[in-house]
């Protein structure tokens, strides 16, 4: 038969991610040599999240994952082939932590080329960051896998004491009157981006009626000509400046207005261990997460452990350790938790609402910072009894956590605890969490009856709708447009498109936006301010 006549078979897709559309991978020189034989194992390893989009690789954001992988690249422990391409060398974690969440001990497994092993553990570390730290590694089996043998996990939260505080004390403490100067100048930071996002997308002509009209604002937005963009930054940088000059004249001033000595009494404490104990068992947590439902089975979790594991003081506040130990967690399902148990504490809730929280009825549940909470351990009860049987010798991971005792509790509480404290006694992001529970009818059906607080954005679309501000608007759009126009033509050169500005007609309109900006800012203060105090009256 001729070659002409045999059909050609298509070129399989290569599936490998990591490279840009329609680019082949890299093809190994032919006098390339391997950097050695991979072997399996499981490294042991700690970090602080705060910095960090999660545990796992993401695309154009920095994650845990990404560093350690280029690390163990630059230890000379990946090949270049297999770099960046984390399924070629069967990489699996025990647990993806979220943005922000920090693990004391983690576990990730993959086929590395080892080379000198008594120094393999410092090659990688002095190519990571300080709050990243591998502590040890062992040979695992061919078939173990971190995720799936994975039988249990235990997470830790530190709230400070003053979370669990009942309402009426805390309203008249020392902390609540420190911290109200501060929010205020938050709130008006939050304001500032809704004013400034309804201000663009009505310059570039978006109506934001609905999601899709949205996205097509945004994309527009990116695709406007240089002087547009300059105006839009210029206007922007007036009203930051008004608005966020409060916040860091304030955050310089009050280094300390999150200190507060209150810790619970022993009645407290014992309240707290009873609450705790309701999640204790096989329970339907659909409640505590996202998008699950009660009848569906991923719904289904079960607690062994929660406790209060220690109560301390740093940074001149109480802090309260809780530990939690379950077969597995959902998304945001131990931050619910914890908030469920706040808000009964702080008063905002009966404590009968655990009768309906794990019923059929779907129902309000607040959700704490995400800063308190790290993983501490994940436990491999069936591979360690695995191991044991074997004939030939393999390390446990309750032995593997025995030999590292000693440098997790270091890490723990040099960079973890230490930097969560540090960092909730400096921004106070548990104290602004708690200013708005009262807004909210936590422990209630979610289904009907309830009025959310309107958003600033809904009421700074209202505002850019009056009379007052929409023509002045329209005057500086037309007159952009104008000058885009002119700009395409050829008529003005495109480099000299920043001079624009200086125009007298332009340079006007800026100043009225300007102006009109600034009054803008100040009614939606207001607008808001009446919305939240008209919904806590209901």
């Not at 845990?64 to 163990?72: C, K």
């Amino acid at each position: 038969m001729d070659a002409k006549d045999v059909k050609e078979k298509k070129r399989p897709r290569d599936r490998r991610v990591g490279w840009p559309e329609g680019d082949a991978p890299p093809k190994r020189a032919k006098n390339a040599k391997r950097l050695g034989k991979k072997v399996f194992i499981a490294v042991l390893f700690g970090y602080h999240g705060g910095g960090y989009c999660g545990l796992q690789i993401n695309p154009k954001v920095k994650t845990i994952e990404e560093e350690l992988e280029m690390a163990m690249y630059k230890a000379g422990c990946i090949d270049d082939m297999n770099h960046k391409h984390l399924q070629k060398i069967q990489w699996s974690r025990a647990a993806r932590t979220d943005k922000g969440v920090s693990a004391l001990c983690q576990i990730c497994a993959m086929r590395l080329v080892l080379g000198d092993e008594s120094t393999l553990v410092d090659r990688i570390n002095q190519n990571l960051p300080g709050d990243i730290r591998i502590y040890k590694y062992f040979r695992v089996t061919k078939s173990f896998n971190a995720k799936l043998q994975c039988s249990s996990r235990t997470y830790e939260y530190i709230v400070p004491a003053y979370g669990l505080q009942p309402i009426e004390d805390y309203k008249n403490s020392d902390l609540a009157r420190m911290a109200e100067p501060y929010f205020e100048a938050r709130r008006h930071v939050a304001i500032f981006q809704d004013v400034w996002e309804a201000i663009q997308a009505f310059l570039i002509g978006a109506t934001k009626k609905d999601e899709d009209e949205e996205k097509n604002a945004e994309e527009k937005a990116h695709s406007q000509s240089l002087p547009l963009k300059e105006v839009l930054a210029r206007v922007r940088g007036i009203i930051e400046k008004e608005l966020v000059s409060g916040y860091k004249q304030v955050s310089e001033e009050r280094e300390d207005r999150f200190s507060n000595n209150f810790s619970l009494s022993e009645g407290q404490k014992d309240k707290l261990k009873v609450l705790l104990s309701n999640y204790i068992g096989s329970k339907k947590h659909h409640n505590f997460t996202i998008r699950r439902k009660f009848d569906e089975t991923a719904s289904q979790r079960v607690i062994y452990q929660f406790e209060p594991a220690e109560y301390f003081e740093d940074c001149g506040m109480h802090f309260i350790r809780l530990r939690v130990h379950g077969q597995s967690f959902m998304l945001h399902q131990i931050r619910k938790m914890v908030g469920m148990i706040v808000v009964i504490m702080r008063g905002h809730v009966k404590d009968d609402v655990f009768k309906v929280a794990f019923d059929k009825t779907p129902i309000h549940v607040p959700k704490a910072p995400a800063l308190g909470l790290y993983l501490n351990r994940c436990h491999y009860k069936g591979y360690d009894k695995k191991v044991g049987n074997l004939k030939e010798e393999r390390v446990s991971f309750e032995l593997a956590y025995e030999s590292i005792a000693n440098e997790t509790k270091e890490f723990r509480e040099n960079t973890i605890v230490r930097k969560i404290c540090e960092q909730e006694a400096r921004e106070g992001s548990f104290a602004h969490w708690l200013r708005s529970l009262h807004l909210y009818p936590w422990g209630k059906p979610r289904s009907g009856g309830y009025t959310p607080p309107a958003s600033s954005r809904v009421v700074v679309n209202k505002l850019m709708a009056s009379m007052e501000v929409r023509p002045l608007l329209e005057n500086f759009k037309s007159k952009f447009n104008h000058t885009i126009e002119e700009i395409s033509k050829g008529r003005e050169p495109r480099e000299q498109a920043v001079l624009s500005l200086s125009h007298p007609a332009l340079g006007g309109t800026v100043s009225a936006l300007e102006t009109s900006a600034r009054s803008l800012g100040l009614r939606v203060a207001k607008s808001i301010k009446a919305c939240h105090s008209e919904l806590a009256t209901l």
